[in-house]
Antibody
Framework: EVQLVESGGGLVQPGGSLRLSCAAS????????MSWVRQAPGKGLEWVSV???????YYADSVKGRFTISRDNSKNTLYLQMNSLRAEDTAVYYC????????????WGQGTLVTVSS | SYVLTQPPSVSVAPGKTARITCGGN??????VHWYQQKPGQAPVLVIY???DRPSGIPERFSGSNSGNTATLTISRVEAGDEADYYC???????????FGGGTKLTVL
Protein backbone atom coordinates (compact mmCIF):
# COMPACT_ATOMS: atom_id res chain seq x y z
CA GLU A 1 0.00 0.00 0.00
CA VAL A 2 1.33 3.40 -0.99
CA GLN A 3 1.69 5.85 1.88
CA LEU A 4 3.17 9.32 2.21
CA VAL A 5 3.71 10.80 5.66
CA GLU A 6 4.87 14.39 6.02
CA SER A 7 6.56 15.83 9.09
CA GLY A 8 8.62 18.81 10.13
CA GLY A 9 6.03 21.56 10.07
CA GLY A 10 5.66 24.08 12.85
CA LEU A 11 5.93 27.71 13.87
CA VAL A 12 8.94 29.64 12.61
CA GLN A 13 9.86 33.31 12.63
CA PRO A 14 10.16 35.31 9.41
CA GLY A 15 13.59 34.80 7.92
CA GLY A 16 13.93 31.41 9.56
CA SER A 17 14.37 27.94 8.12
CA LEU A 18 12.54 24.66 8.27
CA ARG A 19 12.99 21.25 6.68
CA LEU A 20 9.99 19.17 5.77
CA SER A 21 10.19 15.42 5.30
CA CYS A 22 7.92 13.04 3.43
CA ALA A 23 8.46 9.39 4.26
CA ALA A 24 7.26 7.07 1.52
CA SER A 25 6.27 3.44 1.69
CA UNK A 26 4.86 0.97 -0.81
CA UNK A 27 6.91 2.35 -3.69
CA UNK A 28 10.37 3.73 -4.47
CA UNK A 29 10.70 7.51 -4.37
CA UNK A 30 13.55 7.56 -6.89
CA UNK A 31 11.47 5.68 -9.47
CA UNK A 32 8.74 8.30 -9.54
CA UNK A 33 8.48 12.03 -9.66
CA MET A 34 7.69 13.71 -6.35
CA SER A 35 6.23 17.12 -5.74
CA TRP A 36 5.44 19.52 -2.95
CA VAL A 37 2.14 21.37 -3.12
CA ARG A 38 1.00 23.93 -0.57
CA GLN A 39 -2.29 25.45 0.46
CA ALA A 40 -2.48 28.70 2.36
CA PRO A 41 -5.34 28.95 4.88
CA GLY A 42 -8.62 29.26 3.01
CA LYS A 43 -6.86 29.35 -0.36
CA GLY A 44 -6.34 27.03 -3.31
CA LEU A 45 -3.60 24.58 -4.18
CA GLU A 46 -0.24 25.95 -5.26
CA TRP A 47 2.44 23.79 -6.82
CA VAL A 48 5.80 24.44 -5.13
CA SER A 49 8.48 22.10 -6.43
CA VAL A 50 9.15 18.81 -8.22
CA UNK A 51 12.01 16.33 -8.43
CA UNK A 52 11.91 13.92 -11.32
CA UNK A 53 13.19 10.37 -11.27
CA UNK A 54 16.29 11.47 -13.16
CA UNK A 55 17.04 14.06 -10.49
CA UNK A 56 15.99 17.24 -12.30
CA UNK A 57 14.34 19.79 -10.03
CA TYR A 58 12.01 22.72 -10.67
CA TYR A 59 10.52 25.41 -8.48
CA ALA A 60 7.67 27.87 -8.54
CA ASP A 61 8.88 31.43 -8.98
CA SER A 62 7.52 32.27 -5.51
CA VAL A 63 10.04 29.96 -3.82
CA LYS A 64 12.92 29.86 -6.29
CA GLY A 65 16.24 30.52 -4.60
CA ARG A 66 14.79 29.94 -1.11
CA PHE A 67 13.50 26.35 -1.19
CA THR A 68 15.39 23.19 -2.13
CA ILE A 69 13.81 19.84 -2.92
CA SER A 70 15.82 16.67 -2.44
CA ARG A 71 15.43 12.98 -1.72
CA ASP A 72 17.32 10.33 0.21
CA ASN A 73 17.01 7.08 -1.69
CA SER A 74 18.35 5.03 1.23
CA LYS A 75 15.57 6.35 3.46
CA ASN A 76 12.98 6.50 0.66
CA THR A 77 12.21 10.02 1.83
CA LEU A 78 11.55 13.34 0.13
CA TYR A 79 12.61 16.66 1.66
CA LEU A 80 11.90 20.34 1.28
CA GLN A 81 14.45 22.70 2.78
CA MET A 82 12.83 26.08 3.26
CA ASN A 83 15.02 29.12 3.97
CA SER A 84 14.31 32.83 4.29
CA LEU A 85 10.72 32.07 5.19
CA ARG A 86 8.08 34.74 4.79
CA ALA A 87 4.59 35.18 6.20
CA GLU A 88 3.17 34.29 2.79
CA ASP A 89 4.79 30.85 3.00
CA THR A 90 2.30 29.96 5.75
CA ALA A 91 0.39 26.96 4.46
CA VAL A 92 -0.27 23.27 4.71
CA TYR A 93 2.42 21.53 2.70
CA TYR A 94 1.57 18.29 0.93
CA CYS A 95 3.92 15.87 -0.75
CA UNK A 96 2.50 14.06 -3.75
CA UNK A 97 3.59 11.33 -6.11
CA UNK A 98 3.28 10.84 -9.84
CA UNK A 99 4.57 8.04 -11.99
CA UNK A 100 5.91 9.91 -14.98
CA UNK A 101 5.18 13.43 -16.14
CA UNK A 102 2.58 14.45 -17.25
CA UNK A 103 0.86 11.77 -15.15
CA UNK A 104 -1.25 13.22 -12.32
CA UNK A 105 -0.48 13.18 -8.62
CA UNK A 106 -2.02 9.85 -7.73
CA UNK A 107 -1.06 9.75 -4.04
CA TRP A 108 -0.89 12.57 -1.52
CA GLY A 109 0.26 12.82 2.06
CA GLN A 110 -1.94 14.21 4.81
CA GLY A 111 -0.05 17.49 4.90
CA THR A 112 2.00 19.38 7.49
CA LEU A 113 1.29 22.93 8.62
CA VAL A 114 3.97 25.59 8.40
CA THR A 115 3.26 28.87 10.15
CA VAL A 116 5.60 31.80 9.62
CA SER A 117 4.97 34.42 12.26
CA SER A 118 6.77 36.50 14.85
CA SER B 1 3.23 31.11 -16.88
CA TYR B 2 0.18 29.17 -17.96
CA VAL B 3 -3.06 30.25 -16.27
CA LEU B 4 -6.10 28.10 -15.49
CA THR B 5 -9.38 29.83 -14.67
CA GLN B 6 -12.19 28.20 -12.69
CA PRO B 7 -15.45 29.67 -11.41
CA PRO B 8 -15.20 30.22 -7.63
CA SER B 9 -18.45 28.41 -6.96
CA VAL B 10 -21.07 26.16 -8.49
CA SER B 11 -24.36 25.19 -6.87
CA VAL B 12 -26.56 22.25 -7.80
CA ALA B 13 -29.56 20.43 -6.39
CA PRO B 14 -29.22 16.78 -5.40
CA GLY B 15 -29.81 14.43 -8.31
CA LYS B 16 -28.96 17.08 -10.89
CA THR B 17 -25.84 17.50 -12.99
CA ALA B 18 -22.95 19.77 -12.01
CA ARG B 19 -20.49 21.10 -14.56
CA ILE B 20 -17.26 22.72 -13.43
CA THR B 21 -15.18 24.44 -16.08
CA CYS B 22 -11.47 25.08 -16.34
CA GLY B 23 -10.37 27.64 -18.89
CA GLY B 24 -6.92 28.01 -20.41
CA ASN B 25 -5.32 29.07 -23.65
CA UNK B 26 -5.69 26.11 -26.02
CA UNK B 27 -6.16 23.82 -23.04
CA UNK B 28 -7.53 21.22 -25.44
CA UNK B 29 -3.95 20.52 -26.49
CA UNK B 30 -2.96 19.65 -22.92
CA UNK B 31 -3.83 16.82 -20.55
CA VAL B 32 -6.10 17.91 -17.71
CA HIS B 33 -6.41 16.28 -14.31
CA TRP B 34 -9.10 16.97 -11.70
CA TYR B 35 -8.90 16.69 -7.92
CA GLN B 36 -11.57 16.70 -5.23
CA GLN B 37 -10.73 18.14 -1.82
CA LYS B 38 -13.03 17.94 1.18
CA PRO B 39 -12.45 20.12 4.26
CA GLY B 40 -9.44 19.09 6.29
CA GLN B 41 -8.44 16.38 3.83
CA ALA B 42 -5.80 15.97 1.14
CA PRO B 43 -6.86 16.22 -2.49
CA VAL B 44 -8.04 13.08 -4.26
CA LEU B 45 -7.65 12.46 -7.98
CA VAL B 46 -11.07 12.02 -9.62
CA ILE B 47 -10.32 12.43 -13.35
CA TYR B 48 -7.02 12.15 -15.19
CA UNK B 49 -5.97 12.64 -18.79
CA UNK B 50 -9.12 14.65 -19.49
CA UNK B 51 -11.64 11.84 -19.04
CA ASP B 52 -10.19 8.76 -17.33
CA ARG B 53 -11.42 7.70 -13.90
CA PRO B 54 -9.18 6.15 -11.26
CA SER B 55 -10.41 2.97 -9.69
CA GLY B 56 -12.90 3.65 -6.93
CA ILE B 57 -14.23 6.86 -8.45
CA PRO B 58 -17.94 6.59 -9.35
CA GLU B 59 -18.99 6.59 -12.99
CA ARG B 60 -20.98 9.73 -12.17
CA PHE B 61 -17.72 11.63 -12.56
CA SER B 62 -16.66 12.36 -16.13
CA GLY B 63 -14.50 14.84 -17.97
CA SER B 64 -14.00 16.45 -21.35
CA ASN B 65 -11.49 18.85 -22.86
CA SER B 66 -11.63 20.86 -26.07
CA GLY B 67 -10.59 24.24 -27.34
CA ASN B 68 -10.07 26.61 -24.45
CA THR B 69 -12.21 24.79 -21.87
CA ALA B 70 -12.02 21.56 -19.92
CA THR B 71 -15.09 20.41 -18.01
CA LEU B 72 -15.64 18.14 -15.03
CA THR B 73 -19.18 16.77 -15.03
CA ILE B 74 -20.78 15.17 -11.99
CA SER B 75 -24.07 13.42 -12.74
CA ARG B 76 -26.76 12.62 -10.19
CA VAL B 77 -25.03 14.80 -7.63
CA GLU B 78 -25.06 13.61 -4.02
CA ALA B 79 -24.53 15.50 -0.79
CA GLY B 80 -21.18 13.74 -0.41
CA ASP B 81 -19.91 15.39 -3.61
CA GLU B 82 -19.82 18.74 -1.87
CA ALA B 83 -16.15 19.75 -1.99
CA ASP B 84 -13.58 21.95 -3.68
CA TYR B 85 -12.51 20.84 -7.15
CA TYR B 86 -9.23 21.75 -8.82
CA CYS B 87 -8.07 21.29 -12.39
CA UNK B 88 -4.40 20.79 -13.15
CA UNK B 89 -2.20 20.65 -16.23
CA UNK B 90 1.43 19.92 -16.95
CA UNK B 91 3.03 22.66 -18.99
CA UNK B 92 6.49 22.06 -20.36
CA UNK B 93 7.00 25.72 -21.25
CA UNK B 94 6.71 27.26 -17.76
CA UNK B 95 6.10 26.02 -14.22
CA UNK B 96 5.72 22.30 -14.86
CA UNK B 97 2.56 21.94 -12.83
CA UNK B 98 -0.28 24.44 -12.75
CA PHE B 99 -3.48 24.36 -10.72
CA GLY B 100 -6.67 26.22 -11.32
CA GLY B 101 -7.95 28.43 -8.53
CA GLY B 102 -10.51 25.86 -7.44
CA THR B 103 -14.30 25.67 -7.50
CA LYS B 104 -16.45 25.12 -4.44
CA LEU B 105 -19.32 22.80 -5.27
CA THR B 106 -22.34 23.34 -3.07
CA VAL B 107 -25.15 20.81 -3.02
CA LEU B 108 -28.34 22.67 -2.25
Amino acid sequence: EVQLVESGGGLVQPGGSLRLSCAASGFTVSSNYMSWVRQAPGKGLEWVSVIYSGGSTYYADSVKGRFTISRDNSKNTLYLQMNSLRAEDTAVYYCARGELEPDPFDYWGQGTLVTVSS
Amino acid sequence: SYVLTQPPSVSVAPGKTARITCGGNNIGSKSVHWYQQKPGQAPVLVIYYDSDRPSGIPERFSGSNSGNTATLTISRVEAGDEADYYCQVWDSSSDPWVFGGGTKLTVL
